[in-house]
């Protein structure tokens, strides 16, 4: 069994994290860390916990704790801390989901973990990860595989409909995407940028990504068979609703041609699990060897009846 820990335990993130994890059928949560909440139950805390989750906060976590993996969440950990806890437990892996100030992601060999990515990466020997932020989870996904296959051009309009709160920071979104297209297409000089609008629904991201490539509908499907042994990543050619993927990890990307010198992808994912729990879970997955949908063989947890 794996045995976790998790900072920033009484964060929104730590929340989503702890609702998965408590029916995860490998994991045993041993430390929920919220200095400051000590004795206080996860369950008055974190909504939907009653009867499934009986632990307590407890104060700042050891520097050797007693687990297998720290998840951290809620801008709980300095980069000095982090440093310090990576040298005290070389052998702890430690997945990050909200970000480090200052921390040299590279240095310390955090992995950035997105899966459809860095699957390698993560199941060879890489002991820290970091989520990417939601935005960029979607978008990397719908993109990388035209990266790869060299099919981007400089000019990338990227539309995203999200909650507020994700949108405060698209900058950091904005970021990983220029980083990540560069470093697959080496050809790609473009400058991400993104406009954005407030989607009312913490559940709900939506994608629309629209670039010049000439290559046929056919040639564009071939492309995308690369996520054909992905868990996560569904390309489709038919339109697809939040709420196919609102309480998932799914990321369901359609393609289209407006016509033959444009292609447009739409990209719909749960913000609150892709760069976020979910994804966060999948690393975990992926560090320990398991199957990668282990504990998140969920459902959409939004529906109409008759639909």
């Known amino acids: 069994m794996i045995k976790v820990a998790i900072t920033g335990a009484d964060s929104p993130q730590a929340g989503e994290l702890l609702r998965i994890l408590v029916n995860h059928p490998e994991v045993i949560i041993t430390t929920l860390s919220a200095p400051g909440k000590e004795g206080v139950a996860a369950s008055s805390v974190h909504h939907g916990l009653i009867g499934e989750e009986k632990m307590n906060f407890s104060g700042p976590l050891s ?8 998840f951290i969440c809620g801008n709980s950990m300095t980069a000095a801390e982090f440093s310090a806890l990576q040298l005290a437990r070389p052998d702890l892996r ?16 955090v992995v ?5 990515i860095n699957r390698k990466m993560l199941v060879r020997g890489a002991v820290a990860a ?7 989870s979607a978008v990397l ?4 595989p035209l990266a790869v296959n060299m099919l981007l051009n400089d000019t990338l309009k990227i539309e995203i409909s999200a909650p507020a709160d994700l949108l405060n920071n698209i900058s950091k979104a904005e ?37 010049a490539c000439p290559v046929s509908l056919e040639q564009i499907q071939d492309v995308y068979n690369m996520y054909d042994d992905h868990n996560f990543a569904y390309p489709i050619i038919s339109s697809a609703a939040e709420n196919e993927v609102m309480g998932t990890n799914k990321c369901v990307i359609t ?4 016509d033959d010198s444009t292609l447009l992808l739409e990209v719909v994912a749960d913000p609150r699990m892709r760069g976020g729990a979910g994804e966060a879970v999948h690393i975990m ?7 990668e949908k282990t504990g998140l063989a969920l459902k959409a947890s939004a529906y109409h009846v008759g639909k």
């Open 63 to 70: 520097m050797t704790p007693d687990c297998n993996v720290v």
């Open 94 to 109: 430690t997945i990050i989901i909200d970000g480090i100030d200052n921390l040299d992601y590279d240095r310390l060999g």
């Open 112 to 116: 950035y973990g997105l899966p459809e």
């Open 130 to 136: 970091r989520v990417p932020s939601p935005a960029a």
């Open 141 to 144: 996904t719908a993109l990388y």
């Open 175 to 211: 970021s990983e995407i220029n980083q990540t297209l560069s470093e697959t297409q080496l050809s790609f000089n473009g400058k991400v940028s993104i406009a954005t609008n407030d989607s009312g629904d913490e559940r709900k991201m939506r994608g629309a990504i629209t670039l």
């Open 255 to 258: 393609y289209s041609k407006p």
């Open 285 to 291: 997955n992926l560090l320990f060897g398991l199957h």
